[in-house]
């Protein structure tokens, strides 16, 4: 399934020095894998989010504008999943993808529900469609990677970080997203330029401080790690995580 997932598109590399990275054996002072795993999941909550905000509108690759129906699929899903009802929000998500199988943040967003349930398998299966006909496509690529994450298959997950950024290499998303995978396999110097890549790409995309930080205070950079939280705060001061995080910070 991974090879018609991405084909040779999910083994392009993006100038980050990752593949002399992985080369390298990973020092002492590395991020604890085990440590980092949490940020990964709670990171993966972000990026529905940000599915969610931008489900909405029309975007490239689809092959006709939005309905007011899938919008209205969208909303009943998100006020599913606030509810706590993950499971009405998927199954929601699942008939929406049946009755328009060519919106693709619908197919990305039923993918990533069937993730957050736990069952990485019907995710794929959800996703494999779509990506055969949009193998391009940044959302879908990006919710194939939260779905290898969630089975523990890293270098496919990797894979599919790669492909997206090859697409779009200044999506600050899509490098943050890499960059606390490789955190998470405790290469910590990839994970950095990953996140130095995406703070420069949008200065104002908060949540990278937020996990550069946390990588920052795990290898007892505890300055520079408040520096970070600062820098986001500066460009959003009502970031809730960012001033939940940095206010626990010693």
């Not at 969610?52 to 029309?58: D, L, V």
């Not at 909303?75 to 706590?84: I, P, Y």
Request: aromatic residues 4%.
């Amino acid at each position: 399934m991974r090879a018609s997932l991405l084909g040779q598109q999910g083994r392009q590399h993006v100038d980050v020095g990752a593949a002399t990275a992985h080369q390298q054996q990973v020092g002492s002072s590395a991020t604890s894998p085990l440590r980092f795993k949490c940020s990964y999941v709670r990171y993966a909550t972000l990026l529905e989010a940000h599915a969610a905000a931008t489900a909405c509108r029309p975007h490239a690759g689809s092959k006709s504008a939005v309905s007011d129906e899938q919008i209205a699929i969208k909303r009943r899903a998100k006020s599913a999943r606030l509810s706590g009802d993950s499971q009405l929000a998927f199954s929601i998500l699942l008939q929406g993808v049946q009755q328009y199988p060519h919106d693709y943040h619908l197919v990305a967003a039923a993918a990533s529900a069937a993730a957050k349930l736990g069952d990485s398998a019907q995710s794929l299966q959800i996703l494999n469609p779509a990506l055969q006909e949009q193998p391009h496509n940044v959302h879908l690529l990006t919710a194939a990677a939260a779905a290898y994450v969630s089975s523990s298959k890293h270098e496919a997950a990797r894979n599919c970080y790669q492909a997206a950024a090859a697409v779009q290499p200044h999506n600050a998303v899509v490098l943050q997203a890499w960059g606390i995978l490789e955190a998470s396999c405790g290469d910590v110097e990839t994970a950095v330029r990953l996140f130095k890549q995406a703070a420069a790409a949008d200065p104002a995309h908060v949540p990278v401080y937020v996990a550069w930080a946390r990588v920052e205070a795990e290898r007892s950079h505890v300055k520079l790690a408040r520096q970070l939280h600062q820098q986001g705060h500066q460009q959003d001061p009502r970031h809730v995580p960012n001033l939940h995080v940095s206010n626990a910070r010693p």
